[in-house]
């Protein structure tokens, strides 16, 4: 059985991409996944009008943003 990562991507193929990448280059990635799933979670929570769906929507959407920001600082460590 196949397994995906955020967006649809799948494990397999991510996998065989990041052997031929960077750290920079795989931080990027993961962060573009995280900034996507963000951004959907958002939109789904703006689309409900039951308040109890919007919190799952927006609670889901702050865990994506964690992730960003835990990513973000490996990236800006591995600049300097």
Do not use: C, N, P
């Not at 649809?8 to 996507?36: C, N, P, Q, R, Y």
Request: without cysteine; aromatic residues 10%; glycine residues 6%.
């Amino acid at each position: 059985m196949e397994k995906y990562l955020e967006g649809g991507v799948l494990l397999s193929e991510a996998l065989a991409w990041t052997a031929k990448k960077d750290a920079k280059e795989i931080l990027e990635f993961a962060m573009s996944l995280e900034v996507g799933s963000y951004d959907r979670y958002l939109t789904l929570r703006d689309q409900f009008k039951e308040e109890s769906a919007r919190e799952v929507f927006g609670l889901l959407a702050a865990e994506e943003k964690a992730h960003l920001k835990r990513l973000t600082g490996l990236f800006e460590k591995e600049l300097t």
